[in-house]
Every structure is written in C-alpha cells, then in structure tokens.
C-alpha cells in the first residue's frame, strides 16, 4: 500500500494545485472542497476500478488511508 499511498498523494497534489502532498496530509487541510473530492473519487474510479463513497473518502481524509479503502475494495472485488 505505500505506493498507492505515494500515487493517491501525487493525484490530489494534482487536483488541489499543490506542488507535493504527503500520505499523511489532511485533505481538507491542504484545501479540498466537494468539488476537488468528486474529481479525485472520479479519478480513483477510472485509474484503479474502485468506487469510493463521497461519505467514505471524507472520512478518509489522508491518501494513505484512501489507498487503504482502494485496497479493501480491489479485495472485496
């Protein structure tokens, strides 16, 4: 999960405009909005097949602990 973790940090560095996340950054810290977080729950779907609740990813709220729920859901799949 570590590089997930690392590849999830990168995509939100993309979406929130940020030159570097780390995997422990908070999201709404770093300036995320519900709109930043439909098109990184968007982007996750299309780049690892698993769809993240909005609800879910919220509470997430560091790209480590989404890379988890990425994890459990290509398991439960």
């Known amino acids: 999960m570590d590089a997930l ?3 999830i940090a990168k995509l939100w ?3 929130l405009d940020r030159a570097e996340v ?3 950054d908070d999201f ?3 300036g995320g909005n ?3 977080g439909i098109k990184i ?3 996750v ?3 690892y097949g698993v769809r993240l609740s ?3 990813f919220y509470l997430a709220q560091t790209p480590a602990r989404v890379a988890a729920l990425i994890e459990q859901g290509r398991a439960a799949a």
Do not use: E, W, Y
Request: net charge negative.
């Open 22 to 24: 780390g995997v422990d």
């Open 13 to 15: 560095a993309q979406h």
């Open 5 to 7: 973790g690392h590849d």
């Open 41 to 43: 729950i968007d982007q």
């Open 28 to 30: 709404f810290t770093l």
């Open 34 to 36: 519900s709109l930043s």
């Open 45 to 47: 779907a299309q780049d």
């Open 54 to 56: 909005v609800r879910d």
